[in-house]
């Protein structure tokens, strides 16, 4: 089967706009996470969704992150008023497994979208 | 919280030398996993490790778990150009997600 997919692939923004960044996870997988990754860094957690809810947001770094998710399924990162230092790839990740708390499972990344913020 | 740290940073090897990157937590974890991300790509998962002292294998990839379960490594016997990436240990932080370390990169010069 697919998958998970993002899009777009790659996104130049000017500094100050708002972007959005669009995760399909794998059909059938219910946890669902953001992650960011800076050049020649590790990954970063952001957002961790368990169906539609998020009982984990403590690695969004600003207000200014926000993330949904519908249907079980599609989820969406937005980052508004972008910033230079938001330049990053954004990675999305489902796993089939429901995590408990310290026990995380196998995940399964999307290719990632690449931020350019200008 | 908890810290995932990895050495080395990056390894050089000649094709057909053995390599070995270190993983080591400051907290004891429930489980630790491996990911290879090749250049320009994404993150892929290699294998989890559960047990203290658990040993397993994957061709010429040999993963360990430290008695005290605070510590990893990836073994790779006799490496091979495909093996270029970075190697990636993540363990579980306090919530759902995973504490990813900052990588080994390894290049391979045939």
């Known amino acids: 089967g697919a998958g998970v997919s993002q899009s777009p692939s790659n996104k130049v923004t000017e500094k100050g706009k708002d972007v959005e960044l669009r995760c399909d996870p794998i059909s059938g997988h219910t946890a669902l996470y953001w992650y960011r990754q800076s050049l020649g860094q590790g990954l970063e957690f952001l957002i961790y969704f368990q169906g539609n809810s998020a009982p984990d947001k403590s690695g969004l770094p600003s207000d200014r992150f926000s993330a949904e998710r519908t249907g079980g399924s599609v989820s969406t990162l937005t980052i508004q008023r972008t910033q230079q230092e938001d330049s990053a790839v954004y990675l999305c990740?489902?796993?089939?497994?429901?995590?408990?708390?310290?026990?995380?499972?196998?995940?399964?990344f999307g290719p990632g979208t690449r931020l350019t913020v200008t | 919280g908890q810290q995932v740290m990895q050495i080395p940073q990056y390894q050089h090897v000649q094709e057909g030398e053995d390599f070995t990157t270190y993983c080591n937590s400051s907290?004891?974890?429930?489980?630790i996993q491996w990911y290879k991300q090749r250049p320009g790509g994404h993150p892929v998962f290699l294998i989890q490790l559960v047990k203290s002292g658990e040993v397993k294998k994957q061709k010429r990839l040999t993963f360990q778990f430290g008695e005290a379960k605070k510590n990893s490594s990836l073994h790779i016997t006799a490496t091979q150009t495909t093996d270029v990436g970075t190697y990636f240990c993540?363990?579980?932080?306090?919530?759902?997600?995973?504490?990813f370390g900052k990588g080994t990169s390894l290049l391979v010069t045939p």
């Open positions: 907290t004891t974890l429930s489980n």
């Open positions: 990740a489902s796993s089939f497994l429901t995590p408990l708390k310290g026990r995380a499972y196998e995940q399964y």
């Open positions: 993540a363990g579980p932080n306090s919530g759902y997600a995973l504490n």
